[in-house]
T-cell receptor, first 112, second 114 residues
Framework: KQEVTQIPAALSVPEGENLVLNCSFTDSAIYNLQWFRQDPGKGLTSLLLIQSSQREQTSGRLNASLDKSSGRSTLYIAASQPGDSATYLCAVERSNDYKLSFGAGTTVTVRA | NAGVMQNPRHLVRRRGQEARLRCSPVKGHSHVYWYRQLPEEGLKFMVYLQKENIIDESGMPKERFSAEFPKEGPSILRIQQVVRGDSAAYFC????????????FGPGTRLTVT
C-alpha cells in the first residue's frame, strides 16, 4: 500500500519568501507524481506532473523535483505572493495502478 | 474547451435518502475516476471506470455505493440510504486514455447529510 506524507502540514511566510514543500512516499515503484493546488471549497488544479523517468519539472515560479529511489519530491515556489495561499497536495500513481494516492496536504499562507 | 463538469456542486440529503452525483469528463476522455475527501482528511480513491466498464472499485464501500459510466451520458456515483458519515466532497477526474494518465479534476460535489 502506498503511503504519502507531506511535511509541514501548514506553513506561513511573508510575501516574497521562497516556499519549500515536501512530499515522501513509501513505494518507489511509481508511474508519476503530481502536485495540485486546492483552494478552500474548490476543486483541484494540477500544477506539475513528473513522470517517473524525470527528475524535475518547471512551470513559471514553480519547480518540482523527484527522487524516486529515496521516495521524495519537493515543490519550490519562488518569490511567494498572497495569491499562492492555498493547500498543496502531492499525489502518486503506482506503476501497476491507475489510482492516485494523496498526501494530506500542506496549507500555505503568504502574508502581505 | 470545457473541463470536467460535476453537478450538483452542493447537495443536501436527509438520512436514508439517495444521492446521485454526476460527472461529465473532458470531451474525448474515456477514463473516469471518483475520489472522496472526508472532512479534515486527504482524498481517497473510490472507483475507476471506462465506458460501460468498472475497472477498479477497490475503494468503494461494499454497501450502498455504486458507480456507472454508460456509453452515452455522464458518469454517476450513487449513494443509497445516506448516513451522516457520507458527508464529504466527492471529486471526479478524467483522463484521455490508458497511456496518458494525467488526471484532470472537476470542482467536486459537496454532500451534506442532515
Amino acid at each position: 500500500k502506498q503511503e504519502v506524507t507531506q511535511i509541514p502540514a501548514a506553513l506561513s511566510v511573508p510575501e516574497g519568501e521562497n516556499l519549500v514543500l515536501n512530499c515522501s512516499f513509501t513505494d518507489s515503484a511509481i508511474y508519476n507524481l503530481q502536485w495540485f493546488r486546492q483552494d478552500p471549497g474548490k476543486g483541484l488544479t494540477s500544477l506539475l506532473l513528473i513522470q517517473s523517468s524525470q527528475r524535475e519539472q518547471t512551470s513559471g515560479r514553480l519547480n518540482a523535483s523527484l527522487d524516486k529511489s529515496s521516495g521524495r519530491s519537493t515543490l519550490y515556489i519562488a518569490a511567494s505572493q498572497p495569491g499562492d495561499s492555498a493547500t498543496y497536495l502531492c499525489a502518486v500513481e503506482r506503476s501497476n495502478d491507475y489510482k492516485l494516492s494523496f498526501g494530506a496536504g500542506t496549507t500555505v499562507t503568504v502574508r502581505a | 474547451n470545457a473541463g470536467v463538469m460535476q453537478n450538483p456542486r452542493h447537495l443536501v440529503r436527509r438520512r436514508g435518502q439517495e444521492a446521485r452525483l454526476r460527472c461529465s469528463p473532458v470531451k474525448g476522455h474515456s477514463h473516469v475516476y471518483w475520489y472522496r475527501q472526508l472532512p479534515e482528511e486527504g482524498l481517497k480513491f473510490m472507483v475507476y471506470l471506462q465506458k460501460e466498464n468498472i475497472i477498479d472499485e477497490s475503494g468503494m464501500p461494499k454497501e450502498r455505493f455504486s458507480a456507472e459510466f454508460p456509453k452515452e451520458g455522464p458518469s454517476i456515483l450513487r449513494i443509497q440510504q445516506v448516513v451522516r458519515g457520507d458527508s464529504a466532497a466527492y471529486f471526479c477526474a478524467s483522463s484521455p486514455r490508458a497511456d496518458s494518465r494525467e488526471q484532470y479534476f472537476g470542482p467536486g460535489t459537496r454532500l451534506t447529510v442532515t
